[in-house]
C-alpha cells in the first residue's frame, strides 16, 4: 500500500532492493510450526528503486526491513462508486454464522478488506484524525489503484470475501470490518476494535501495494512492540508473527507469487510500529499487500479473478494452519 494518510507515510527516499539469494518461509498446512523456507531469488526485473520510510527494523531472519507504505493512506484513485446510501458510516460487522461442524468450529476470524469504495466521496471524514496510541493519524484513505483505474478497495473486497468461502467451510466464524455496506471507513482504529470486541483468534487485513513500476511482490506486515498511550502490542507480537509466517509461507506455495523486491530484504515480511491498526489491537493481527498495483506484471495478477481466487486460498490456509497451532 502505498498511501497518504493514515498508517502511511508520505513518499519514501529511495532504497535499492537488495538482489542475491533469499529464503522465504513455508508454512506447512498442518498442526505444528513452519517448517522450512523455499529459496528464491529476487526477481529479475526489479525495476526502479522502492520508496522507504526512514526508520528500519529487523526481521525475524536477522535481515534488516525498512517500512513500506502504510495500511491507511494511497494516493487518490479516481472513478470508484460508493457502496453505501447513508452519509455516515454505521452498522455492526457483518458476520457469517458459524458452520455446524469443521475443523475451525468455535474460531472466529476477523478479515478486513483494506478502504472502501467510497472513501474518495468523503474526503473530510476519512481526512478527521484519530488516536493510534503512538499519535494521531488520519481515519483512512482511498487507498491505490491500478493504471487501468482497477481501485485497491475492490480488490481487498473480492479476496476477503473469496477467503470468507473458504474458511466458514472450515467451520470457521467470520466477521469483516465492512463488507462494501458502509458509504465510507471505518477508521483504522474502529477497525482494530472490530477485531478485539470480536474476540478475534485471528485478524487478517486484505492489501494492495502502489509502489512504483518494477517494485514487485508481496509481504505481509507484523506488529512491532509497542507500548504508548491506548497501544500495547506486547502481548501480541509473538502471536502475530506466527501468524504473519504462515500466510507469508502459504500466501507463497499457493501463489507462486515471490517476495516483495523492495520491502522486508527478500524475506517477505516487515515489521511496524506506526499503523493504528495493528498499535490498538489486543488479539493477532497482520496486514499482506499481496503486490504492486502500479507494476504492470503485478497488476495483471492482481485483477484477475483466477489469481485472486489463488491469493484468497494461500491467505485462508495460512490462517488455518495457525488455527491449529
Known amino acids: 500500500m502505498s498511501y497518504v494518510g493514515p498508517d502511511f507515510e508520505p513518499p519514501r527516499p529511495p ?14 498446512l498442518v498442526p505444528g510450526a513452519l517448517i522450512g523456507w ?11 528503486d522502492a520508496q522507504a520510510s526512514p526508520s528500519s527494523t529487523s526481521s525475524p531472519w536477522g535481515r534488516p526491513t525498512t517500512p513500506g507504505a502504510s495500511d491507511d493512506g494511497k494516493e487518490q484513485p479516481g472513478g470508484a462508486g460508493g457502496t453505501g446510501d447513508s452519509e455516515k458510516p454505521g452498522g455492526s460487522p457483518s458476520a457469517s454464522a458459524p458452520a455446524a461442524s469443521g475443523s475451525l468450529k468455535g474460531k472466529v476470524v476477523v478479515i478486513d478488506p483494506g478502504h472502501n469504495p467510497g472513501n474518495f466521496q ?5 481526512n478527521q484524525q484519530v488516536n493510534i496510541g503512538t499519535n494521531s493519524k488520519e481515519c483512512d484513505t482511498t487507498g491505490t489503484a491500478t ?3 482497477y481501485t485497491e478497495a475492490k480488490f481487498t473486497l ?16 467470520v466477521k469483516f470490518t465492512q463488507d462494501g455496506d458502509r458509504s465510507w471507513g471505518p477508521c483504522v482504529d474502529e477497525r482494530a476494535q472490530i477485531g478485539n470486541k470480536a474476540d478475534a483468534d485471528a485478524v487478517v487485513s486484505i492489501h494492495a501495494d502502489g509502489a512504483g513500476a518494477g517494485n514487485r511482490g508481496f509481504h505481509v506486515i507484523l ?39 523492495y520491502i522486508g530484504g527478500g524475506t ?11 498499535n490498538l489491537s489486543t488479539v493477532p493481527k497482520v496486514f499482506i499487500e499481496c503486490g504492486n498495483m502500479r507494476d504492470s506484471k503485478d497488476a495483471a495478477q ?17 490462517i488455518v494452519s495457525f488455527l491449529h497451532g
Open 15 to 28: 532504497r535499492h532492493p537488495l538482489r542475491g539469494p533469499l529464503t522465504v518461509a513455508v508454512a506447512a
Open 38 to 48: 523455499l529459496v528464491w531469488q529476487t526477481v529479475g526485473d526489479s525495476g526502479g
Open 122 to 126: 468523503h474526503t473530510s471524514e476519512i
Open 147 to 149: 493504471n487501468d483505474g
Open 158 to 173: 473480492d479476496v476477503a470475501r473469496r477467503i470468507r468461502t473458504v474458511l466458514e467451510k472450515e467451520g470457521a466464524t
Open 223 to 261: 506488529p512491532g512492540s509497542v507500548h504508548s498511550g491506548a497501544a500495547d502490542t506486547r502481548p501480541i507480537v509473538a502471536s502475530s508473527r506466527e501468524l504473519g509466517e504462515r500466510v507469508a509461507g502459504s500466501f507463497l506455495r499457493v501463489t507462486g507469487s515471490a517476495p516483495s523486491n
Open 268 to 278: 517477505g515480511l516487515d515489521v511496524r510500529k506506526d499503523l493504528g491498526g495493528l
Open 302 to 318: 492482481l485483477t484477475s479473478s483466477a489469481w485472486r481466487q489463488k491469493a484468497a486460498q494461500g491467505i485462508s490456509e495460512g
